[in-house]
């Protein structure tokens, strides 16, 4: 059921992205010879108007074939149909042409969003209290009975609401039993409970005094729909920076050190981190396919072939030197990109399995 769920969304994804490349060129009059789910080879397709609707056999990716596209910049006097090519429009329709998807993509990202903020989220400026997320074995926590799921209310007396006061709490009583209050979630309601336990003054590397791992919580905020869209999208253009620094840095990691940070997944990452979502709720899954959708529109705004910022770099550099790239170096480009890509998602699917089987 976790595998149908992943593919489901992931499918879900490439087809609003096809869709949004589908509807800009017909849109501009662009005979579109076929809309393609999954990597070819074809395992069933249905003629509509002048459209192919097909399915393919590899569920990965989709396509959408526009007449004249791959033939732009070759013998045009080839072409069926020049008045419906893609070749044919002016260079801001084809820039539109080519960035509908990723358009589609942050749109669908910011319908999800938006939701997600009517239904509940956390307020970063609300802090409420600590919750415990792991304990190390053998750790005076684990020695004092404190479990994982645990809230922290007070450190010797103290209230306490975030991490760095609970920190400093145990800092102050290194090496002193220490009273702790905590609140136990039992059958559906809180149980208070008051645990004694000793801070280490040397704990060991890797383990704090206490030897727990402690979660911020926040006060959950609702909005109306009305502002909810305006917070989401505030969300979404933060998270997009961010996404695009991560990218960034796993380019050059990789192309200065052959190496990808442990938190970047592929495939096989993803579908484990929809399994975990899956077991947290509804709203967790949305939230992951909302952060996958963004990715993707993000990534494919890089100028790298065969992602459309790289076609749409090839559209922009003709139209501003008055030259097309020549095909020579178009091609080399396309193959050197190819091999950078392939041997990207071959590092990170060899991390995505240590992980799996390190789990």
Same mark, same amino acid.
């Given at each position: 059921? !976790?595998?149908?769920?992943?593919?489901?969304?992931?499918?879900?994804?490439?087809?609003?992205?096809?869709?949004?490349?589908?509807?800009?060129? @017909?849109?501009?009059?662009?005979?579109?010879? +076929?809309?393609?789910? *999954?990597?070819?080879?074809?395992?069933? #397709?249905?003629?509509?108007?002048?459209?192919?609707?097909?399915?393919?056999?590899?569920?990965?990716? *989709?396509?959408?074939?526009?007449?004249?596209?791959?033939?732009?910049?070759? !013998? +045009? /006097?080839?072409? =069926?149909?020049?008045?419906?090519?893609?070749?044919?429009?002016?260079?801001?329709?084809?820039?539109?042409?080519? &960035?509908? #998807?990723?358009?589609?993509?942050?749109?669908?990202?910011?319908?999800?969003?938006?939701?997600?903020?009517?239904?509940?989220?956390? $307020?970063?400026?609300?802090?409420?209290?600590?919750?415990?997320?792991?304990?190390?074995?053998?750790?005076?926590?684990?020695?004092?009975?404190?479990?994982?799921? $645990?809230?922290?209310?007070?450190?010797?007396?103290?209230?306490?609401?975030?991490?760095?006061?609970?920190?400093?709490?145990?800092?102050?009583?290194?090496?002193?039993?220490?009273?702790?209050?905590?609140? @136990?979630?039992?059958?559906?309601?809180?149980?208070?409970?008051?645990?004694?336990?000793?801070? @280490? &003054?040397?704990?060991?590397?890797?383990?704090?005094?206490? *030897?727990?791992?402690? $979660?911020?919580?926040?006060?959950?905020?609702?909005?109306?729909?009305?502002?909810?869209?305006?917070? #989401? %999208?505030?969300?979404?253009?933060?998270?997009?920076?961010?996404?695009?620094?991560?990218?960034?840095?796993?380019?050059?990691?990789?192309?200065?050190?052959? =190496?990808? /940070?442990?938190?970047?997944?592929?495939?096989?990452?993803?579908?484990?981190?929809?399994?975990?979502?899956? =077991?947290?709720?509804?709203?967790?899954?949305?939230?992951?396919?909302?952060?996958?959708?963004?990715? %993707?529109?993000?990534?494919?705004?890089?100028?790298?072939?065969?992602? !459309?910022?790289?076609?749409?770099?090839?559209?922009?550099? +003709?139209?501003?030197?008055?030259?097309?790239? =020549?095909? /020579?170096? +178009?091609?080399?480009?396309?193959?050197?990109?190819?091999?950078?890509?392939? %041997?990207?998602?071959?590092?990170? /699917?060899?991390?995505?399995?240590? @992980?799996?089987?390190?789990?």
């Amino acid at each position: 059921m !976790d595998l149908l769920i992943f593919l489901v969304a992931l499918s879900i994804l490439i087809i609003v992205h096809e869709v949004g490349h589908f509807i800009a060129a @017909r849109f501009f009059g662009i005979w579109v010879e +076929e809309f393609g789910i *999954g990597i070819p080879p074809r395992l069933f #397709g249905k003629k509509k108007g002048n459209t192919i609707y097909s399915i393919n056999l590899i569920p990965a990716g *989709g396509f959408v074939k526009l007449h004249g596209e791959e033939e732009a910049g070759m !013998d +045009e /006097s080839k072409i =069926k149909k020049p008045e419906l090519a893609f070749f044919s429009k002016p260079w801001w329709q084809k820039s539109i042409i080519l &960035v509908s #998807g990723v358009l589609m993509n942050f749109l669908l990202s910011l319908i999800i969003v938006t939701f997600i903020f009517t239904q509940g989220v956390p $307020d970063p400026n609300q802090p409420t209290n600590v919750s415990v997320v792991e304990v190390a074995s053998g750790s005076p926590a684990s020695e004092a009975g404190i479990k994982t799921g $645990d809230i922290i209310i007070s450190v010797d007396g103290v209230e306490t609401k975030t991490i760095e006061e609970v920190a400093a709490e145990i800092s102050k009583n290194a090496g002193e039993p220490t009273q702790l209050t905590i609140l @136990r979630p039992t059958q559906g309601t809180n149980e208070s409970i008051s645990v004694i336990a000793t801070p @280490r &003054v040397n704990p060991p590397e890797g383990e704090g005094a206490l *030897g727990i791992i402690q $979660d911020q919580n926040y006060l959950m905020v609702k909005y109306p729909v009305t502002t909810a869209w305006y917070h #989401g %999208l505030s969300a979404m253009f933060e998270l997009s920076w961010l996404t695009a620094k991560a990218i960034v840095g796993v380019f050059w990691d990789f192309i200065t050190q052959f =190496k990808v /940070s442990q938190d970047v997944a592929g495939p096989i990452g993803m579908f484990q981190y929809y399994s975990n979502a899956i =077991k947290q709720g509804v709203l967790e899954v949305l939230w992951l396919t909302a952060m996958i959708s963004l990715s %993707l529109a993000i990534i494919n705004l890089f100028p790298i072939p065969p992602l !459309d910022g790289s076609r749409l770099m090839f559209v922009l550099v +003709e139209k501003f030197t008055g030259k097309k790239l =020549k095909k /020579s170096w +178009e091609q080399n480009l396309y193959k050197f990109s190819f091999l950078f890509l392939i %041997l990207l998602f071959l590092l990170i /699917s060899f991390q995505d399995i240590k @992980r799996l089987i390190g789990n």
